[in-house]
């Protein structure tokens, strides 16, 4: 029996030639290639045709994947890498990087090395501005969650807090930062001792209304970035 990548590369390779036969250069990305699928992963193509003026994407299903599709340039892709990390979440440089050949040209082995090399590089340094700004809402956040008593209210703070405490942490200490699955994964990447703090303590709280682990954990990452920011923060002043 094939395994899922083998199956995958089939399937992706039947896609290049059935939907999308003149393009140039074409890559399989995504949980199949990183061995992390589920039964409903989708199949993550980068399709490249150097004719295109501007890049779109498109949703199908073939053959009962369902299949994310990225039509780009050489040119557009690179507006792409400088937006995501200009952002510090890495989508399309780590999609870039990871991706297998399905069908090879030139282009592709300078994208390659660009997205790896700018994974291996990190986002752009936070200025003051944007430190004080990130610290200050979080403060703020946190103060939220730390007064709530209403518990729906409480998951919807939490929630955001999670959110928002973990791109701190990641973004304040010069690393990449990631949304959804990747939030987590990427301060794994960084410290998976971190990560399973950050789990367990939002775990405990969503499961039981504790918060203190919570609160711990956030008060120490603002300590480590020069403490919580409320007094004398303005904006568009």
């Not at 992963?41 to 994407?57: H, M, P, T, V």
């Not at 297998?100 to 340094?125: C, I, M, N, Y």
């Amino acid at each position: 029996m094939n395994d899922p990548l083998s199956c995958a590369k089939r399937t992706a390779r039947l896609i290049v030639e059935s939907h999308y036969p003149d393009c140039d250069a074409a890559l399989l990305a995504g949980s199949f290639v990183r061995g992390q699928a589920t039964a409903t992963s989708d199949l993550d193509l980068i399709l490249f045709r150097e004719s295109i003026k501007a890049s779109y994407r498109e949703s199908f299903t073939f053959d009962d994947y369902p299949v994310e599709a990225f039509i780009h340039s050489s040119t557009t892709i690179r507006t792409f890498f400088r937006q995501d990390r200009e952002r510090g979440r890495p989508s399309m440089q780590r999609m870039v990087a990871e991706g297998l050949v399905l069908r090879d040209h030139d282009l592709l082995k300078p994208l390659k090395e660009q997205a790896e090399s700018e994974l291996l590089t990190g986002p752009p340094v936070l200025s003051l501005t944007e430190m004080n700004r990130t610290r200050y809402f979080l403060t703020d956040l946190l103060d939220d969650f730390i007064g709530v008593s209403d518990r729906t209210d409480g998951l919807g703070i939490a929630t955001r807090l999670l959110e928002q405490a973990t791109d701190f942490r990641l973004r304040a200490s010069g690393h990449w930062t990631g949304q959804g699955k990747w939030l987590i994964r990427s301060l794994a990447i960084v410290d998976p001792v971190e990560a399973k703090r950050l789990a367990d303590a939002f775990n405990l709280y969503f499961r039981s209304d504790q918060k203190q682990a919570v609160i711990d954990l956030v008060e120490q990452w603002l300590d480590s970035h020069g403490g919580r920011y409320f007094d004398g923060f303005s904006i568009g002043k």
